[in-house]
């Protein structure tokens, strides 16, 4: 059976997954689009060739009869609202990263998702789909390194547009590390601080860019994560785990090596679509294959939740330069794995 989704939110990731579910998976068409830009939702319709009907409201594909289920791709603030439509009507929902834009709103998704009965929420975190992070993880569960005791991360970006602030790089970018270093080290944060060094002279008057994060986990492992979305030469994504007998790192994306012009050289990508193309595509496909069989297993309204209450605590520690504590409540029973 074909799975008809409906996708909110036509920009550029929307285009991807719209393009992934319709030319590259299996089991699953869109049969609905919209966008607040309705030319745009129109233009992706026509340039793919879809046979997809557009709506100028993201209700209406929520609501469409024809939809099994919902993709949000849309801004941030719009993911709440979209997310608990889709849980009122019963429909399986992938909403994209982050999921709500504070922990308050991540929870009251929690919270309708509870009430409903069973999941419909699958968050686009789609780094523990990634091949290399989940080699590296199996390192670590093997304990060929020993015990993890420190991890050092980067998150780099090549440039970001003028709209992009000193807390986006918590909301936006970090977002990531934060889900996807617990699934790692299958540990929460207990506390977190920020620091700020130099700026790039490639940032603006609301940037501060970079900045250095430091956790410290309930086991005892600290991590630092630097975030430099104006690093100039590429799109970077670093993570180096020392345990107690050994160093593992997050493999480099395969590039032929040249030696060419006195040089060795490989080459770095520069778009966060490329880096973790694969890794899309298995989400989407886990998220179509997980709703055939009735039972939702990638990350979950909770991993939307713990990222948030992670990330607001990390936007306090921006604005006191403080260790500021980060306060996780117990997993509800229904999210145990
Ligand atoms: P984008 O700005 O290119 O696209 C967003 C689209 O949403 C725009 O076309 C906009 O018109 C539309 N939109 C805004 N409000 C809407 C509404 N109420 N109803 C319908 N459409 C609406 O942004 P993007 O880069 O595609 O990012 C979209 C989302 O995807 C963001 O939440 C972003 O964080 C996330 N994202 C995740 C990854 C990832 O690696 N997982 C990568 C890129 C983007
Ligand atoms: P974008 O700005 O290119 O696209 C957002 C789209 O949403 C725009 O087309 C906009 O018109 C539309 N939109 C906004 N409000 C809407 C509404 N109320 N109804 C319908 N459409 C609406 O942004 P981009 O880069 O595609 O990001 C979208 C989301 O995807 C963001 O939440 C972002 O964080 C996330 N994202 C996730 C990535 C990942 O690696 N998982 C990578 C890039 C983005
Ligand atoms: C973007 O929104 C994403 O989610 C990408 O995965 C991320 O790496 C990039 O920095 C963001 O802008």
């Known amino acids: 059976m074909t799975l008809k989704l409906g996708v909110i939110g036509t920009g550029a990731i929307g285009q991807e997954h719209i393009r992934r579910c319709s030319?590259?998976?299996?089991?699953?068409?869109?049969?609905?689009?919209?966008?607040?830009n309705l030319d745009g939702a129109q233009g992706v319709v026509s340039?793919?060739?879809?046979?997809?009907?557009?709506?100028?409201?993201?209700?209406?594909v929520i609501n469409a009869a024809d939809v099994d289920a919902v993709i949000i791709t849309s801004w941030g603030p719009t993911h709440e609202e979209f997310t608990l439509a889709a849980i009122a009507a019963g429909k399986p929902?992938?909403?994209?990263?982050?999921?709500?834009?504070?922990?308050?709103?991540?929870?009251?998704?929690?919270?309708?998702?509870?009430?409903?009965?069973?999941?419909?929420v699958q968050v686009g975190f789609m780094r523990p789909y990634d091949a290399g992070y989940r080699a590296l993880k199996s390192v670590i569960t093997q304990g060929e390194i020993g015990e993890p005791l420190m991890l050092h991360c980067a998150h780099r970006n090549?440039?970001?547009?003028?709209?992009y602030t000193t807390d986006m790089a918590i909301t936006d970018t970090l977002i990531h590390e934060l889900d996807v270093l617990r699934?790692?080290?299958?540990?929460?944060?207990?506390?977190?601080?920020?620091?700020?060094?130099?700026?790039?002279?490639?940032?603006?008057?609301?940037?501060r860019d970079p900045?250095?994060?430091?956790?410290?986990?309930?086991?005892?492992?600290?991590?630092?994560?630097?975030?430099?979305?104006?690093?100039?030469?590429?799109?970077?994504?670093?993570?180096?785990?020392?345990?107690?007998?050994?160093?593992?790192?997050?493999?480099?994306?395969?590039?032929?090596?040249?030696?060419?012009?006195?040089?060795?050289?490989?080459?770095?990508?520069?778009?966060?679509?490329?880096?973790?193309?694969?890794?899309?595509?298995?989400?989407?496909?886990?998220?179509?294959n997980d709703i055939a069989i009735g039972q939702l297993q990638g990350p979950s309204a909770w991993d939307g939740f713990a990222a948030a209450v992670a990330g607001d605590a990390c936007l306090k520690a921006q604005e006191s330069g403080q260790i500021e504590p980060v306060?996780?409540?117990?997993?509800?029973?229904f999210y145990n794995r």
Not at 23 to 36: E, N, T
Not at 327 to 333: N, Q, V, W
């Open 47 to 60: 340039r793919l060739g879809l046979e997809a009907e557009v709506y100028a409201n993201g209700h209406d």
């Open 211 to 288: 900045q250095i994060v430091l956790f410290e986990t309930h086991k005892g492992v600290r991590i630092d994560v630097e975030i430099f979305v104006n690093c100039a030469y590429g799109y970077d994504i670093q993570c180096e785990v020392v345990g107690e007998t050994g160093i593992a790192r997050l493999p480099e994306p395969a590039s032929v090596q040249m030696r060419k012009e006195a040089k060795l050289a490989t080459t770095i990508l520069t778009d966060w679509k490329d880096r973790f193309i694969d890794a899309y595509d298995v989400e989407l496909q886990a998220f179509i």
């Open 327 to 333: 306060e996780m409540p117990p997993r509800p029973a």
């Open 23 to 36: 030319k590259v998976l299996q089991g699953a068409k869109v049969v609905a689009v919209s966008d607040i």
């Open 183 to 207: 699934w790692l080290t299958d540990d929460d944060y207990k506390s977190v601080q920020v620091v700020f060094p130099r700026s790039t002279k490639n940032s603006h008057a609301k940037l």
């Open 158 to 163: 090549p440039a970001v547009p003028e709209s």
């Open 93 to 120: 929902v992938f909403c994209e990263k982050p999921l709500a834009m504070s922990a308050e709103g991540c929870r009251r998704i929690v919270e309708a998702e509870v009430a409903y009965g069973r999941r419909l």
